[in-house]
């Protein structure tokens, strides 16, 4: 799948409320295994098939939990 | 959307200084609220009109009462439901600021629901975001104006019921029935869809603002999954399939272009405007006096003064307070009186003391004056020990029983009566407790009234009734 957009979740901001994977259209979203400091599963990026529509990030309620970057981002 | 990378709007602060916890950079909201939908929506919408610096967020009572927590612009946290009260008050003060009421709708549509409707009525320029969620979540989940029927709060266990607890208040239908408002919105925050309309109501109404054209509202269907008993997930679902049947989103009135700007008078004041508005341009007058001089029971009076409405009792209090300041006391004084501005009954309590006033309230009084006999009937055991009694024998028709105290029979209303107005025998027995007790002088007495009566004309006729009342008791 072409990816053309990229997003991120700070897993330490994520409160596990599965929104942004609702909201997702192209159902790269996912939660993770890992239990974060706050104490839930937070959300994360599949790695592939953001299409950088910034669903996620205006469903997201949480002021620094999510970035999405449109045109997307280089991943080292 | 412009913007390339979509991540934490400017306008919020980066750490969250204000918060008291040591989670500086979390909201306090729950788990999928939707408050920190709005406030990202509310935060952007901010950034990118570039009006942080003049903006004023109003913090409600509710779930969102730490609103302040989080933006980086003007904060005021504000009394349960007065916000656009307030925000009049911000808004007038400052025209060019932008002025945001954040309220839910425990807030706005109960305890608020007047203070709503009279500042749209005003068409007062301000942008409130009215978050409704069905419910009073911060409190614990009770019902609130807006719950629907059938719904399950912790205060209707089996569902909101018509006959008991009336109908959900739709406020944007209400209010469109305004002249007033500019603009009126209902958005919900459940699908990215509607979300971005939302967003664009926001922006809509503060647009409305910035250009003067006069109130705006949007309101949001908002989830509350804990409030609510649900996953997040389910909460949205619930907005999208129950509430939007009771709520219909879309918008109610936009006038925005049709609406001529409101021109507001730009008025600077000088300092000295302002210090003549207080009546701090002249020169505090000044009566030496000692309270040495006066009997020790009476240093530092507690007085109670009552009487029937309408015969100067709290005007009475009133210039024994302004006298007792001129001298360079601490004074206090405060009426209580019933509805009636004639005929009832009214009392005020006067303190003038050498030392700081803890409470103004005087209980046991050291100088009580009875205008009238339910007066002494009510007061006359409460006087302290040694304490004085003065009473109008006009009206009162029975010595005080009390033998530990001093008394004063005087006959004010005929005296008062005598010189041409029955409205001066509060004056009589100001001249009466001058001469007996010396807790003010007469020169400080005549100075205050001049701050305290209204009309200068009738100042003659009151002077003249002090002096009167003194010359009575002199001759006692």
Known sequence: MPTKGYMEVDPNHCKGCGLCIEACPEDCIEFSSEINRLGYHPARYKGEGCIGCGFCFYTCPEPNAITVYKKGKEVA | MAKDILSTPKSFYKEFFRKPDADKTNTHYCPGCGHGVIHKLLAEAIEDFGIADRTIIISPVGCSVFAYYYFDTGNVQVAHGRAPAVATGLKRANPNS????????????????????????RGENI?????????????????????LIG???????????????GYPIRICELLSALSGPVYLA??????PATIMKTRLAIRKAIKAQMDYKGFSLVEILSPCPSGWRMTPVEAKKWVKEQMVKIFPLGTFKDETKEREPIAYEKREYTKEEIKQALGLDKEAPHFSHSM??????????????????????????????????????????????GPEMRGGTANCHVQISTSEIASPVVDHPSILV???????DRFEDDVVPGGLIIYNTSLVTRAPKRTDIESIPIPATD????LGSLKVANMVVLGAIIEKTGIVTEEAAIS???????????IPLNIEAIKSGREYVRNL
Do not use: C
């Open chain 2, 292 to 337: 040495d001089d006066v009997k020790p029971i009476w240093r530092n009076p507690k007085i109670k003064i009552s009487g029937f409405g309408g015969q100067g009792v709290l005007l009475l209090g009133n210039t024994l307070a302004e006298a007792g300041m001129e001298q360079g006391y601490h004074v206090s004084w405060i009426p209580s009186y």
């Open chain 2, 127 to 147: 942008t409130v975001i009215f978050v409704n969620n069905a419910i009073y979540g911060m409190t614990g989940g009770q019902m609130a104006p807006t719950t």
């Open chain 2, 98 to 121: 932008i002025v945001i009421s954040y309220q839910g709708d425990g807030d706005l549509a109960a305890i608020g629901g007047n203070n709503i409707l009279q500042a749209a009525n």
């Open chain 2, 151 to 165: 719904q399950k709060t912790t205060t209707t266990p089996y569902g909101r019921a018509a006959a008991n607890e």
């Open chain 2, 415 to 418: 005296i008062a009566d005598k």
């Open chain 2, 448 to 458: 205050a009234l001049n701050t305290v009566v209204k009309h200068k004309k009738f």
């Open chain 2, 186 to 191: 209902r958005g919900a925050i459940t699908d």
């Open chain 2, 370 to 376: 009875a205008m009238n006999l339910p007066s002494l």
